[in-house]
Each structure stands twice: as C-alpha cells, then as structure tokens.
C-alpha cells in the first residue's frame, strides 16, 4: 500500500472492492465452546477521503464497556447468516439501512479472549448519499466514532507490542488516534484489513 494514500475515496473502496473479490476469508476451527457473532467494517466514502466508522461502547454493555468496537455483536437464531447479522446489528446500534450497505467481502474470523466469541468480519461501504442520518443506540453506543483511513495509515497511529495468546507470545498492533486507542479484537481486524490491501497491491 503507498505510504500516502489517495484522499479520492473512490480510490480505496476500489481498492477494497478489487482485494476483497480475491479473498477467501479463512474459518476457525479450533473446536472450542465459543459464542458467534459478526462485525462489519463499514467505509464511509465522503469528498476528502474514506473514513472508517467505530463505536465507542457505553458502560451498560455486557463486555468490553468503554472499549471502541465495530458495529455488530452476536448471531442470534433469526439471523440467515453472519452477514445477515452484521448488517442488522449496524442498523440496530448505529442506524445505516442495509439496503445502503454496499458488502465488499469477507475477513478472517477471529476469536475473543475474554468474552469468548468466535467473530465473523464483514467490510461494507455506504453507498447512500451524504451526510448520512444516523441514529445510536443509546443503552450501547456512547459515541459513533468516525476516523479518516488516512489517518489509522499514519506512522503515528500505528503501535506493535507483544501479547500473550495460548501461552505464546505474538506481535499485535494498537491504533491511535487523538485520545482513543483501538485494541484487541477490534485492532486485529481492522490490522487483517490493511495487511489485506497491501498485499494485493
């Protein structure tokens, strides 16, 4: 990927759009008891770049409270697929209609530590026109939280460290931007996504 990317938003959903087409998302299976749920990584395509919406979670969740999340959470029965469910859960906490989500493909599952959830990631664009009416829900959603992909491609957002996962240690990322850290689950999809377009050049 350049290291100064375009600020033609059209540039790198196409980009998305062309990596995306290629990729077999990789499943795991490690056979353990672990609850599913998807993600959707969603583009928001505006006049001086792509930004990348997060949600800032409230304290009233379940897990990870406080903590910057995509739009998702679990797979309920009703669901027809991970997809299904990912796009329900973006309408449900952030208020994007999936007739104006455009899905690119799918990531590589990943699974949580703490709250044991086995995570299936979607990438999607806005497709409807801007700005975009969202709504939060509240009892979840504390803050919709939109960064410029520019920015999370910065030297500066950009943090390795050392984590410990099953007893071996593994080099993980963190992004920053201003005063909020992504992390965990959220900053090892959101790390898939980019080594993803990279490596397709």
């Known amino acids: 990927m350049d290291a100064h990317p375009t600020h033609?938003?059209?540039e790198h959903i196409a980009r998305a759009r062309r990596a995306l087409a290629t990729h077999t998302p990789r499943l795991l299976d490690d056979d353990l008891p672990r609850r599913n749920a998807a993600v959707l990584l969603l583009l928001h395509p505006l006049e001086g770049g792509s930004e990348i919406l997060f949600?800032?979670?409230?304290?009233?969740?379940?897990?990870?409270k406080g903590e910057i999340s995509l739009p998702g959470g679990a797979i309920d029965l009703e669901d027809e697929s991970p997809r299904h469910a990912a796009l329900?859960?973006?309408?449900?906490?952030?208020?994007v209609h999936p007739a104006h989500i455009e899905v690119l493909g799918g990531l590589d599952q990943i699974a949580t530590r703490s709250s044991n959830y086995l995570i299936t990631p979607f990438v999607g664009v806005i497709t409807a026109t801007t700005p975009y009416p969202f709504a939060l829900a509240n009892r979840e959603v504390a803050e919709l939280l939109t960064i410029p992909v520019e920015a999370l491609l910065s030297e500066e957002a950009v943090r390795w460290?050392?984590?410990?996962?099953d007893g071996e240690p593994v080099a993980e990322r963190?992004?920053?931007?201003?005063?909020?850290?992504?992390?965990?689950?959220t900053a090892r999809i959101l790390g898939s996504y980019f080594d993803l377009l990279e490596g397709a050049g």
Request: charged share 35%; net charge negative.
């Open 88 to 95: 329900r859960e973006t309408h449900e906490e952030i208020g």
């Open 55 to 64: 949600q800032v979670r409230t304290n009233r969740v379940r897990f990870h």
């Open 161 to 165: 460290g050392v984590a410990d996962r």
């Open 174 to 185: 963190e992004f920053f931007y201003g005063e909020h850290r992504i992390w965990g689950a």
């Open 8 to 10: 033609d938003p059209d």
